[in-house]
């Protein structure tokens, strides 16, 4: 949602898709059927479908507090840094504060809980514009955020924001 866009990622964007593209025409590349093209096996590579986690109410307490990472853009690109901050509070209440930082920009957004189990939040996120106005590097588009608890000091943090490069970071507990 308010994660920063970037000029520089379009120019790496478009180097990358360059080199893709390059690297294809060597020998061995897969360009015009010569490739290598491995036998399909019996495996669909689809994992089975994943048992659904029981609910809880609200936000367990092992996400409560402060958590700080990098910001990695669909690609492997970074992004800047995140700070959320995680509180209590039961499905439809705002549970979360997110500063995004690039560049000199700041992007601010709030999380209303959607969902929680004991190892995962869903979120819907959206411009928090009590905080001041947000940077013109920020989408403003909202999303939808995933936390999954790794340990009791890492979560790992996903959006679906396609303007934002689809975003993922590690968060480490800051407090």
Do not use: H
């Not at 308010?2 to 990622?9: A, E, K, L, Q, R």
């Not at 893709?20 to 590349?29: C, H, I, Q, T």
């Not at 509070?89 to 709030?110: D, E, N, P």
């Not at 000091?153 to 480490?172: E, Q």
Request: hydrophobic content about 35%; some cysteine.
């Amino acid at each position: 949602m308010s994660c920063v866009v970037m000029v520089s990622v379009a120019a790496a964007l478009a180097i990358g898709t360059s080199t893709v593209a390059f690297l294809d025409l060597l020998p061995g590349g897969n360009r015009g059927g010569g490739g290598d093209a491995a036998a399909p096996s019996g495996d669909t590579g689809e994992s089975p479908p994943a048992q659904a986690e029981p609910s809880v109410p609200t936000v367990p307490e092992r996400f409560t507090g402060t958590w700080q990472g990098g910001i990695v853009q669909s690609g492997g690109f970074p992004n800047g840094e995140l700070t959320l901050v995680l509180k209590a509070g039961k499905k439809g209440a705002t549970v979360a504060r997110m500063t995004y930082s690039a560049l000199g920009t700041a992007c601010y957004a709030k999380g209303e809980l959607v969902s929680a189990g004991e190892k995962k939040l869903v979120l819907k996120e959206t411009t928090d514009t009590s905080r001041g106005s947000s940077g013109v590097l920020c989408t403003g588009e909202p999303a939808t955020v995933t936390l999954t608890a790794v340990s009791a000091d890492r979560l790992r943090y996903a959006s679906d924001d396609d303007k934002g490069g689809r975003p993922t970071a590690d968060l480490r507990r800051a407090d």
